[in-house]
C-alpha cells in the first residue's frame, strides 16, 4: 500500500543543502508493521514527515511516495487534506509539544472527525468517547487538558487521534520517547492491538531495534539518510548482515536470550555530519570491518538473506549469492554490478 521510490530530501540551509535523505525505496504492504531504525541524525523524521508532505518550506524533495498508488508529492492540496488522517495519519513523538495546551483533548480528537467524516458534532462527541475507552481512558477525560494528563495519557490521546478517522496507514514517530519503561510497554501493546486488530498497516520509527522488533515484521535500518539493511524483523536484529544494523543490534541487551548476558556493546564515533559524508560507504570510517576500498564504492542494497527472503543490506561484504565476505571474492574479482560508484 504504500511504496517509496527514490525518495530524497535535502534541507536548504546558508551553509547549503543538507542531504537528510538519500534515494530511500522502501516498501510497505497493507496490515505490514515496518520499522524504521537508525541513530539520531539518520534521517527517520525527515522520511516520516516526507510520507505526509509535513516537511517545512525549505526541504526539497524528490522521488516518488505511492499511497495505494497514487503520488502524495504530486497531489492537489484538496487531495492531500484528505489523503491526511483518514488516509495515514501521524504520531508524533513527545505528545506535550503535539497537542494545543489551550484545547481539551475532546476538542482535538473531534476536529478530525468534523472535518474528513461527514457526522453531526454529536456523533463525532461519542465517537471521542468511544476512542478514548479504546486507547484505555475514561470516556470524561475528553474534558481535560493536556497538562491535566500524565505524559502516557496524552500519548494514549495521540493514538486516539491518529485513529480517529480510520486510516489505512498509520505512522509512528518515536511514540515512546520519553515515557518510562512501564508506561513505555503499554503504549507500544496498545498500538500492536489497535493496528492489527483493524488491519491498519504501520510505519514505526525508533531509535530503539530491539522495541522495533518487538512490534513489527519487517526492519529497515537508516545511516546517513539511506537504508543500509532492510529485512525480516527477527532476521535483521538477531542476524544482521550489515556492520551498523549488527552494531545497532548489539547496542540492546534481550531479555530471556543466552547472549544477554553479555554486556550490550557501543559503537564508536558518530554519524557524519551530513554536509561532508566520506566518500565510498558513509559508515566505512566507524566499521570495524571495513575493507581497503570502502571508502571508493557506496554499496547498494543487495540480497543478503542466506535463504533469499527479503533481506538485503549494502555492504561490500554481502555478495549476492550465499553472503560469504567479500574478503574472499577480492581475491576473486568481485563482481562489479554488486556495488556502485558515486564518486
Ligand atoms: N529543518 C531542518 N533544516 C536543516 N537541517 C535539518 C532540518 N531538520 C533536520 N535536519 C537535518 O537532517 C538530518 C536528518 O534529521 P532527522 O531529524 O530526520 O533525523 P532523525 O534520524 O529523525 O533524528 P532524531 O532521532 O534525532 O529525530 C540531520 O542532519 C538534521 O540535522
Redesign the pocket.
Known sequence: MLELDGLTVG?R?RDGV?P?VRGVDLTLARGEKLGVA??????????ALALLRLL?P??TVTGRVLLDGEDVLEMGWGRLRAVRWAGASIIFQGAMHSLNPVQTIGDQITEPILRHQKVGRDAADARVRELLGQVGMLPDRARSYPHELSGGQRQRVMIAMALACEPDLVIAD?PTTALDVMVQAQILTLIDDLVASRGISLLM?S?DLSVLSDVCDRLAV?YA?RVVEVGPAGEVFRQARHPYGAALASAFPTVGDPASRMRPQGLPGDPPD?QALPTGCAFHPRCPVRLDHCDDVDPVLWPAGLDGAGHEAACVRVLPDDGRSLAATVAHAAPTSAVEATR
Do not use: D, F, Q
Not at 38 to 47: C, D, I, Q, R, V
Open positions: 534541507y540551509t543538507v537528510a537508525g541513530e539520531s541524525g539518520s534521517g527517520k523524521s525527515t522520511l517545512p525549505s526541504a518515536e520509527i531509535h537508516m539518510g551530513p
